[in-house]
Every structure is written in structure tokens, then in C-alpha cells.
């Protein structure tokens, strides 16, 4: 059969030209709250109330400084930070372990336990919030970092065991039988064969994990209430908190702020976190 | 057959070595908490029976399905009604969007891919606080000016009802479909391109294209997301409760989900017994829900 000339028809361009102008709006629409902070903290103070939108006026680096300089925010970051890499380590130690053993054993309720895991995973935390907060209460275990930190990491293991199962699966078990015949015991197989292959699969479960802890509000601002504890989170939440009006331009320095990193280590791994979304949820 | 060596019976136990200290991990804050939970829904635990609270049977569950007392029904309806429209939206919208840039010939596809994925890139609740302050405020958020251009009065729609209802929807909606549209545009990847090519010599347009080709082989990879999806939206908490019910910046709506108001029954209200109550209803449906929905959709990931 003969192949078709590749001479784009009249109708296909007027279609291409409609569905560039549909997305270019849809870009617009979606970046405009963003742009309009991004402005904002930009802006003198006076400007907010004004009628600018997209264009600052008057351009000053004066929110950032103020927000960096005049409020704590080296310390939220510094509690956030340690929340986040605390959490990170304690979370993945006991997920690593376990998914390995979802992955590569075979034993009597493995499919039950995978399966409460999931209702668990689906369960949401803000519901068991007040028991943990009245058990924490009596345990002295409020305003403490370790308190939050063994809490996050009991609702994330559940996440990284599902997360690094599937990668953990795609390493062919004849690798790890060929290591067994030549000798190799339980320890070695795992610390010598497998966790060097899953190497990326445990790194990128550690960033998602640092990601969900460095987005965390709701646990981080009821059980840190101590002003010296407060997250970016906490942080953030207080300056929306108070007299707003005032404080707009410093919020959204702020947001723009805590967002940056985020945003930075979402574009760096977007790739893997796509690839791990489907081998962790379909399998062929 | 032989009996087990000691070698065989030390395999067997090897995997739970490997599992024992998520298990515990997840035993001690995750279960039993929820356990706890169940227990403080037996008794009148609040503000003023801090310690010296007692059994009180199902008084509270009692409680929570009378009407006049409590919005538990209400709210659950909402939260039911809140889900359904997220996922019809989010996926039909997603889908749609995902073929726009999968279209032949759209050569920026990939820099609107990169700016359609940013509110997925940003810490939720940034957004949240972003969009209270600077869409939605009644003096300076973006809607406020857009209406006040238009000649309108000052408007803040996070005060009526079914007003911060659509606002959390859109709010839900742009922080949400970015994940949707990327799974839903993996998925594109896989379909049999060859098929489009009969499709068209059989007359097919558009939609019956799509609808009868792309969308079955798009469906099953995207199955056990959209299942998932639907518990987050079913557990949305922080849009409602960030926009509308902040203590100090109660907006007065009225919106409360299932789950913010097991939030604010017990850390407003300070009703802890009825908040308990509330929690473990949510956990007993989500495990019906579960159990209904997990076979089919599941049956791969846990295998």
C-alpha cells in the first residue's frame, strides 16, 4: 500500500492551532495564583491592596529579607529538616526490610498482610489523631521531634513497603538463587546482591518520604506547639494566621520559599517518580 | 514425606524476621491507635470527662445517625456527593486533556506537560494557603478584583455553603489532575497504535475512536490509581478544613466532611467519644468499601 504524503491538511492545522490556544489558556489559567504570589512578593506592602496583579509596581527583595531575617525561619527550616531526614531513616530501615520480604519470600499470610496494608494506607491518619494525641499526652511524648517522628514513620512504612515492593519484584530471582548455590547466605544475598540493585528504588522512596514530611501540616502544628518548635508548616500557617492583610507579601515570600526545593527535587525526579507510580500500582 | 529440619523451619521464619519492625512500627502507631479510637467511641470522654470518663454503650453511635443532634449524616453525604463529582471530573477532564497532548503534531506538548505538573510539585498545603489568600479573600484575593472589574460587589464565595463547596472542588481539581493526566498519558503510551489506523478507515470519528479503543486498553493500567484516588478524595481533609475552617477563620459555610468533622468534633468541640464515634464508622466503611473493591482491582498489585 501506497504510504500517504506527509502534507498536513488544512483542517489538521486549524485543529493544531485551536488546541495550542486551548492549552496556552489552560497553562495560564493554572500558573495564575502562583504568578499573582510570585508578584505579590515582589511587591512593597502598599502594593498588595493595590490593583497590581502580575507586575510588581515597585521591585524589592524586602519580604524575602524580612521573612529570612525578622522571623525564625532558619529555625523552622531547621526543625523541618530534622523532622524530614529523622523520619527518612526511621522509616526506611524497617520498609527496606519488609519489602524485600514481601518481594522475594513466599510464606503463610503474605497476601493477607498486603492487603491490611493497604486498607491501612487508605485509612486516613487524621481520624486516629486524638488517640494518638491523648496516648502522647500521657506518655510526655508532645512537643517532642522523636514523638513525631516514630508517627510519621508508621503511616510511611505502609507507603515504602508498597513503594519499593514493585521494584524489589523486578529483580530476576535467579540472581539471588545464583548467589545462594555459590554459597552466599541470607545477609549476604540481601546486603550484597539486592540492596545494591535497588539502590534507586530506595532513593527515591527516600525523597518521597522527605517530601511528605517537609508538606505535613496538620500532625507537625498539633503536636509541636511550642513557638522554638515550629515547622516551616507552623510557620507558614501563622503568618495567614494572623492580620494577613499585612503580612500578604511576606506569606507568599515565604511560600515561595518552602516551595522552591520541592519543586526543584519534583522536576530532578519527575521521571522516576512516574516509572515508580506505574511499577509500584501495575504490573505486566 | 520428610519431616521439616531444623534448617526448613528456620526459613520459614526468616520472612517475619525480615517484616518484624515495620509490623511493630505499624502495629504501635498505626492499629492501635485505631483500636484505641474504637474503644474511646464506647465511652462519654470530653472536655470535662478528661479522666473520669465511663462506658456509655453505643450512645454515641446512637448519636451520631440522629439527625437533630449531630451532622454526621449530612456530612457523610456530602463527602460521598464531594467524591463522585472529583473522580467523574478529574478523570473524563484528565483524559481529555491527556489526548489534547498526545495529539499528532503538538510540538510544545512537552512544555505544557511541564507546566500543567507544577501544582503537583507544590507542598499542598502552600497551595491551600496560596489560594485562601490570593484567589479567594474577599478584599484582595484574584476573584475579589475580577469581580470587582466586572462592577460586582465585594464577594467572598468561602461564606455560603455551596459556594466554598465549588471552591474546594476547584481548588481539589488543580491541585489533583496532574497526577491523573500523567498516569492517564503513561497509560496512552501503550495503546496499539495500529488500531486508530482501522478505526479510521472505518469511518470512526472522534469520539467513538476513543471511546471505543483508546479508552478499554487506558482503563485497566489506570484501575488500581483511580481506585486509590478515590480514597484520597474520600479522605480529603486539609482543602475544607485549611479554606473554611481554621479556628480563628471559620468562614461560617457549614462544610464539613466525614473526616473534618471527627477533626473538629474532637479538637473544636472537644467531644471526644462522638469524634471517636465518627472515626470508627469512616474505618468500617472504608473497610467494606475495601473488601468490594480490592479483589479485582488489587488482585495484581498484591500478587
Not at chain 1, 523552622?76 to 529538616?81: D, F, K
Not at chain 2, 478584599?139 to 475579589?144: M, P, R, V
Not at chain 2, 474546594?168 to 496532574?178: Q, Y
Not at chain 2, 497504535?193 to 467513538?208: M, N, P, Q, T, V
Amino acid at each position: 500500500m501506497k504510504k500517504y504524503p506527509h502534507r498536513r491538511q488544512p483542517i489538521d492545522w486549524i485543529r493544531l492551532v485551536l488546541l495550542n490556544i486551548f492549552f496556552l489558556l489552560l497553562c495560564f489559567l493554572i500558573v495564575v495564583p502562583i504568578l499573582y504570589a510570585v508578584n505579590i512578593s515582589f511587591s512593597g506592602s502598599a502594593d498588595s491592596l493595590s490593583t497590581a496583579t502580575f507586575f510588581p509596581s515597585r521591585f524589592t527583595w524586602e519580604n524575602y529579607r524580612k521573612i529570612l531575617f525578622d522571623y525564625p525561619f532558619f529555625t523552622w527550616l531547621g526543625n523541618t529538616a530534622l523532622l524530614a531526614i529523622g523520619t527518612t531513616l526511621f522509616t526506611l530501615v524497617p520498609a527496606v526490610f519488609g519489602a524485600y520480604a514481601f518481594a522475594s519470600k513466599r510464606f503463610h499470610g503474605r497476601k493477607f498482610l498486603l492487603y491490611v496494608l493497604l486498607i491501612l494506607n487508605a485509612f486516613p491518619a487524621v481520624l486516629t489523631m486524638y488517640a494518638l494525641f491523648r496516648l502522647f499526652k500521657d506518655w510526655h511524648l508532645l512537643n517532642s521531634f522523636w514523638g513525631l517522628i516514630v508517627i510519621y514513620s508508621g503511616s510511611l512504612t505502609i507507603f515504602s513497603i508498597w513503594n519499593m515492593k514493585g521494584y524489589f519484584e523486578s529483580i530476576p530471582a535467579p540472581i539471588e538463587e545464583a548467589a545462594k548455590i555459590d554459597g552466599a547466605n541470607e545477609a549476604q544475598v540481601l546486603f550484597k546482591i539486592v540492596l545494591p540493585l535497588a539502590r534507586p528504588a530506595i532513593i527515591v522512596t527516600s525523597i518521597l518520604v522527605l517530601i511528605s514530611v517537609w508538606n505535613e501540616y496538620i500532625f507537625a502544628t498539633t503536636f509541636l506547639t511550642g513557638e522554638g518548635s515550629y515547622t516551616l508548616a507552623a510557620g507558614l500557617y501563622t503568618l495567614q494566621h494572623n492580620d494577613y492583610t499585612r503580612l500578604w507579601p511576606l506569606f507568599a515570600a515565604g511560600s515561595i520559599l518552602i516551595s522552591l526545593p520541592i519543586l526543584i527535587i519534583f522536576y530532578a525526579m519527575q521521571r522516576y517518580m512516574v516509572s515508580g507510580l506505574t511499577a509500584g500500582g501495575v504490573k505486566e | 514425606m520428610k519431616k521439616n529440619t531444623p534448617a526448613q523451619k528456620f526459613n520459614k521464619f526468616v520472612p517475619w524476621l525480615y517484616l518484624l519492625p515495620g509490623l511493630v512500627l505499624v502495629a504501635l502507631v498505626v492499629v492501635f491507635p485505631i483500636g484505641y479510637t474504637g474503644y474511646i467511641s464506647f465511652t462519654n470522654m470530653s472536655l470535662y470527662h478528661w479522666t473520669d470518663y465511663g462506658l456509655v454503650g453505643f450512645r454515641n453511635y446512637v448519636r451520631a445517625f440522629s439527625r437533630a443532634d449531630s451532622e454526621f449524616v449530612k456530612s457523610f453525604l456530602i463527602t460521598l456527593l464531594w467524591t463522585v463529582v472529583n473522580m467523574i471530573l478529574q478523570v473524563s477532564l484528565s483524559f481529555l486533556i491527556a489526548l489534547g497532548l498526545n495529539a499528532p503534531g503538538l510540538r510544545l506538548a512537552k512544555v505544557y506537560k511541564t507546566i500543567l505538573m507544577i501544582p503537583w510539585a507544590l507542598p499542598g498545603y502552600v497551595s491551600i494557603l496560596l489560594w485562601r489568600v490570593g484567589v479567594f479573600n474577599g478584599e484582595f484575593g484574584l476573584l475579589a478584583k475580577l469581580a470587582m472589574a466586572f462592577g460586582l460587589g465585594k464577594t467572598n464565595f468561602l461564606t455560603t455553603y455551596w459556594g466554598a463547596f465549588f471552591s474546594c472542588l476547584i481548588l481539589n481539581l488543580w491541585m489533583a489532575m496532574p497526577f491523573m493526566i500523567t498516569m492517564i498519558d503513561g497509560a496512552l503510551q501503550s495503546v496499539d497504535r495500529s488500531l486508530y489506523e482501522s478505526a479510521k478507515l472505518d469511518g470512526a470519528g472522534f469520539f467513538r475512536t476513543h471511546f471505543s479503543i483508546t479508552w478499554p486498553s487506558v482503563w485497566p493500567i489506570i484501575a488500581p490509581s483511580v481506585a486509590m484516588t478515590t480514597f484520597v478524595q474520600f479522605k480529603q481533609f486539609d482543602i475544607v478544613y485549611l479554606l473554611t475552617l481554621q479556628p480563628g477563620g471559620n468562614t461560617g459555610a457549614g462544610l464539613q466532611t466525614v473526616i473534618t468533622l471527627a477533626y473538629t468534633t474532637a479538637f473544636t468541640s472537644c467531644n471526644y467519644g462522638l469524634s471517636s464515634a465518627v472515626s470508627t464508622i469512616i474505618f468500617l466503611i472504608i473497610v467494606i468499601l475495601f473488601a468490594l473493591l480490592s479483589r479485582r482491582t488489587f488482585k495484581e498489585a498484591v500478587s
